[in-house]
């Protein structure tokens, strides 16, 4: 089943010692763009989280979020760096003197500047934190997983509407073909017996205008590659792997050749049938945009 680059997970666990929450949410993008926003204790982990994210997500932009909260944590100490503070100071104001600039300098600013604050955190229970992070990780990202799959859900029963309607059309079209050629027919039997005032009709030379008039506006190929690209696409959806681009691609192929249907067409009724096609197409094309 398809699966929707849109989604939401949320997971959270709570300890004698610990708090962690995790919350995913994506939205649709060309390529796999994960951002991961956590705590500094976190960052040796890293690499380890995206890949367990990497096995349920293939593209998309998705947004990680870690919140934790250590209740043990009552020793953290923040300190100032006074012997930078100063040099940062020193050096405002010479800047200031040489330079005859107005000193605004205030400590909100001083305090933000590199290495003037620094905080000193209780050593972390390396073995302990992984297993809990990994554990809320996996349930947030089977929680994203099933709104992705749910949202597939929903994107597959209203594509597929529309290929049933993309099909039907497509055989209203070759139906309306050949009634097109008999009525032109017709019209040119009729149009040449009032020209030539009810004398004899040359029925090869009838027959030959039929002939070209029907290479000019065939589109039999048309037909025959538009059936298979709707079908090609049904099967597809069908698939449970990044599909998305492989879609995209063949909605551009179908709307190809709905275009080349009605610029072929000289009939009202086709030229309709082709205006839905290139419709229900667009319509296509844009959920396709939310598909992995």
């Known amino acids: 089943m398809i699966k929707s680059m849109t989604g939401f997970g949320r997971a959270e666990e709570i300890t004698g010692d610990y708090k962690l929450s995790i919350e995913i949410k994506s939205v649709n993008h060309r390529y796999l763009d994960l951002n991961i926003k956590m705590p500094r204790r976190f960052f040796p982990f890293e690499a380890e989280i995206r890949n367990i994210v990497k096995k349920y997500v293939s593209r998309g932009k998705v947004d990680l979020f870690i919140n934790y909260l250590d209740f043990k944590d009552k020793a953290n100490g923040v300190y100032l760096n006074k ?38 955190e209780p050593k972390l229970d390396e073995e302990e934190i992984k297993v809990l992070l990994f554990k809320v990780l996996e349930d947030a990202c089977k929680s994203f997983y099933d709104t992705r799959e749910a949202e597939g859900k929903k994107l597959f029963e209203d594509i597929s509407s529309k290929l049933l309607l993309l099909s039907s059309t497509t055989e209203d079209i070759k139906e309306r ?15 040449v017996n009032e020209l030539l005032n009810g004398s004899g009709i040359e029925e090869n030379r009838i027959a030959t205008e039929v002939t070209l008039f029907a290479d000019k506006i ?21 698939l449970d792997v990044g599909i998305g681009r492989k879609l995209d691609f063949l909605a551009q192929e179908m709307n190809r050749e709905a275009n080349t249907i009605l610029s072929k067409s000289t009939d009202l009724n086709i030229a309709n049938y082709a205006i839905i096609l290139k419709t229900e197409i667009e319509k296509i094309r844009e959920q396709i945009q939310n598909i992995e």
Do not use: Q, W
């Not at 009634?179 to 019209?187: C, F, I, T, W």
């Open 83 to 120: 012997n930078i503070a100063k040099k940062y100071l020193d050096i405002g104001l010479e800047l200031c003197k040489e330079y005859r600039i107005v000193d605004d300098l205030k400590v909100s600013h001083l305090l933000n500047l590199p290495d003037v604050i620094s905080i000193d």
């Open 177 to 191: 073909y050949p009634a097109v050629l008999d009525e032109y027919k017709n019209k040119l039997y009729l149009k």
């Open 218 to 238: 065939c589109v039999d190929e048309e037909v025959v590659r538009l059936i298979s690209h709707i079908k090609a696409m049904s099967d597809e959806m069908k």
